[in-house]
Each structure stands twice: as C-alpha cells, then as structure tokens.
C-alpha cells in the first residue's frame, strides 16, 4: 500500500506538507498488527524514508519465549555443526510437519502424502495444519 496520501507533519523535516505513506513489512505475526508486523513512515515528497532504527513490537509471551528457545536452540546446532536439524525445527514449527513412510520428517506442503505429526506440546508440535490442495483432472 505504498503511496498513500494524506496532509500531516513529515516524520522526517518536520514539516507541514501532503504525506505519502512508506511501509516496512516484517515476517513476525504480532498483536499490534494483523496479519504481520510493520512499521509506516509518512513523510513529504521532499524527503526520502529510511526504516526506523527501531521497531516497537507487541508479542504473547509464550510466542516470545518459544523465539528464544529457538533462536538458541537453532545457535547450539550451528556450533555442533548439525545446521541440517535447524530446517527439521521449522518444518516442525510451521504445523505442516509430516511423515513419510519411509520415517522421514518433510513439509507435507511438498509432500501431501506424508503423515501429519500430531500436536505434542511436551515436544513443541503445534496441532497440524490443513492443506488446501485441488486435485485436477
């Protein structure tokens, strides 16, 4: 939704002067925002914007502590060299896990036919999404 005008007070210069709308979207699902975070700058034709240095988000605790598990999780991996575990954590997060016959973990979103993991909240799998597939003739 870039370029969107309205007259106001540019965040930039100060001035008083018709407004156009910058949006800096984020792939973070927050509570301030639906469905993702971003921030908006609005600023005079005369000004360029920048991203703002910093960004006030609103998070569920539980979201935020399960980002930092994560996070760490995911920094202990690298170290020990297992980066191939850290894709296997997020097809898990995502809610699309499956299982093959084979026994291997995958995103059913490219392997339908997979087995969907059941939620496990001791594990940290959340309940399985539904795929949306059409089946053409």
Same mark, same amino acid.
Do not use: G
């Given at each position: 939704m870039n370029g969107d005008i309205e007259h106001g007070i540019c965040q930039i210069c #100060?001035?008083?002067?018709? $407004?156009? =709308? %910058?949006?800096? =979207?984020?792939?973070? %699902? !927050?509570?301030? #925002?639906?469905?993702? #975070?971003?921030? $908006?700058? =609005? #600023? !005079? %034709? %005369? !000004?360029i914007p920048k991203e703002p240095e910093i960004t006030k988000i609103i998070v569920k605790t539980n979201i935020l502590k399960k980002f930092i598990m994560d996070k760490k999780t995911g920094e202990k991996l690298i170290k020990a060299g297992r980066e191939d575990l850290i894709k296997l954590l997020e097809i898990r997060n995502s809610g699309y896990a499956g299982i093959l016959s084979t026994g291997e973990i995958v995103d059913r979103r490219t392997f339908p036919e997979a087995i969907p993991m059941q939620k496990n909240k001791s594990l940290g799998i959340p309940e399985p999404k539904n795929l949306i597939c059409s089946l053409i003739n």
């Open positions: #100060h001035n008083e002067a018709d $407004l156009t =709308r %910058k949006y800096y =979207r984020y792939d973070i %699902k !927050c509570e301030c #925002h639906s469905p993702y #975070h971003f921030e $908006l700058v =609005r #600023h !005079c %034709k %005369k !000004c």
